[in-house]
C-alpha cells in the first residue's frame, strides 16, 4: 500500500476547463492518484467526445476513477438535450403534496424521466451523480435572488422530497450510479446562495433533527452511497461554516444520518469561504471536520490541496486517523461502482 502522503489525491475530485482534458489532469491521475473528475457544461458540449474522454482519464488511472455530474435537473443539467436533461425538482414536486394520490403519480413522471437520464449517463461513463437535492423549499417570504434553491427542491414537505430522494437512489443504482444527497444538514433556511456569501441558517438543533433532516434520513435508508455538505453557519452549534466543523458534522450528520456513508464537501471554490480562509488552510480543515472527498472545480485549487494535505501530514495539523478513515470510504466507494444494485 501507498503511504499516505502519496494517497491524499484519491481524496480530491477535480473540475477543468473546456471541452479537453488537459495535460495538468492527466499528469494527476497518473502520478498524483487522482480520486475523480467533475464535469461541468463547459466539458459536456459532445457527448460522444466526452464519451472518449471519461475513457481515456479512465485508462490512465490504477483505481476506478469517480467521473461526478450535478445532473438534477432543470436549470442545474450539465448534459443538454434528451434524454439527458429533464425537469427541474420543483416541476415534478408542484402539488405533489395535495395526496397521496398525487404524491403517486408525480413520482411515477419522476421515476419515467430519471430512469431515462441515468441510464444515458451511465452509458457516457458517469458513474456519480451529485443529486438528488434534499433540502426543503425555501421559505415563501425570501427574496427570489436570496438562494441558490430556487426551483432545485422538490418540496417543502419534508416526506415529500424524502419519497423523491428514495427513487432517485433506487433508479441511480439500478444503472450503476452512485448517488449523493445533498446539501446536509438543509440549506432550506439560508438567505444567502453559497456560491457568493457565507450565510446563516436561522434553524436549532431541533428543527433540523426534526424537519430538514428528514430527507436525508429517508435516502440514507433507501442506500444512498454520499452525502455532501454546504458552506453555511449554524450559529447554534459552532461559530465555524458546516464545511469546517466537526461538531455540527458530528451532531446533525454523522450522528444523525449515518456513519458508513461517504460525505463530500460543496465545491471548495465557491465564494462562502473566500473571506475566512488562511493560505493551505481549506482541505486540512475541510479533511479535519469530517468529509471523506473533497470536491473543488479549479484544478489550481486541487494543485494547492494535494500539497496542503501532505505539508499538513508532516506537520501533524492533519489527522493520519482521520486520513486514513476517508481513504476507507473512498476504496468502498471504488468496490460499489459495477457493482450496485
Do not use: W
Not at 491521475?29 to 481515456?56: M, P, T, W, Y
Not at 441515468?118 to 438562494?147: K, R
Not at 471523506?292 to 494543485?303: M, W
Amino acid at each position: 500500500m501507498s503511504s499516505l502522503p502519496n494517497r491524499v489525491g484519491e481524496l480530491l475530485i477535480s473540475g477543468f476547463q473546456g471541452p479537453d482534458a488537459p495535460a495538468e489532469i492527466i499528469e494527476q491521475i497518473r502520478d498524483s492518484s487522482l480520486g475523480g473528475i467533475i464535469l461541468f457544461a463547459e466539458n459536456c458540449v459532445a457527448h460522444k467526445k466526452l464519451r472518449n474522454i471519461i475513457e481515456q482519464l479512465q485508462s490512465y488511472s490504477e483505481r476506478q476513477l469517480i467521473v461526478a455530474i450535478d445532473q438534477e435537473g432543470g436549470r442545474v443539467c450539465r448534459l443538454k438535450g434528451k434524454p439527458a436533461e429533464y425537469l427541474a425538482a420543483g416541476d415534478y414536486g408542484a402539488n405533489a403534496d395535495a395526496s397521496a394520490e398525487a404524491l403517486e403519480r408525480a413520482l411515477e413522471r419522476y421515476r419515467k424521466d430519471f430512469n431515462l437520464a441515468a441510464e444515458y449517463m451511465a452509458e457516457i461513463g458517469i458513474n456519480l451523480l451529485l443529486a438528488p437535492v434534499c433540502d426543503l423549499h425555501p421559505a415563501d417570504t425570501l427574496p427570489n435572488d436570496a438562494t441558490a434553491l430556487r426551483g432545485r427542491t422538490f418540496s417543502a414537505s419534508p416526506e415529500v422530497v424524502g419519497a423523491f430522494a428514495k427513487v432517485t437512489v433506487e433508479v441511480s443504482h439500478k444503472h450503476n450510479l452512485l448517488c449523493c444527497l445533498k446539501h446536509a444538514p438543509g440549506l432550506g433556511a439560508v438567505v444567502a446562495d453559497p456560491h457568493v456569501d457565507l450565510g446563516a441558517s436561522s434553524l436549532g438543533v431541533d428543527e433540523f433533527k426534526g424537519r430538514d433532516l428528514v430527507p436525508f434520513r429517508m435516502g440514507c435508508e433507501a442506500g444512498a452511497d454520499m452525502i455532501m455538505t454546504s458552506h453555511f453557519l449554524i450559529p447554534e452549534l459552532d461559530s465555524l461554516p458546516v464545511t469546517y466543523s466537526e461538531r455540527i458534522i458530528d451532531t446533525l450528520v454523522r450522528g444523525e444520518l449515518s456513519e458508513e456513508v461517504a460525505l463530500i464537501t460543496d465545491d471548495l471554490d465557491m465564494g462562502a469561504l473566500s473571506d475566512i480562509d488562511e493560505e493551505g488552510s481549506v482541505f486540512p480543515n475541510a479533511l479535519n471536520a469530517g468529509h471523506d472527498i473533497l470536491l473543488a472545480r479549479s484544478n489550481d485549487t486541487i494543485v494547492n490541496g494535494i500539497e496542503s494535505l501532505r505539508v499538513g501530514l508532516s506537520a501533524g495539523t492533519v489527522s493520519e486517523t482521520r486520513l486514513a478513515t476517508a481513504l476507507s470510504q473512498v476504496d468502498n466507494l471504488r468496490n460499489k461502482l459495477g457493482q450496485v444494485v
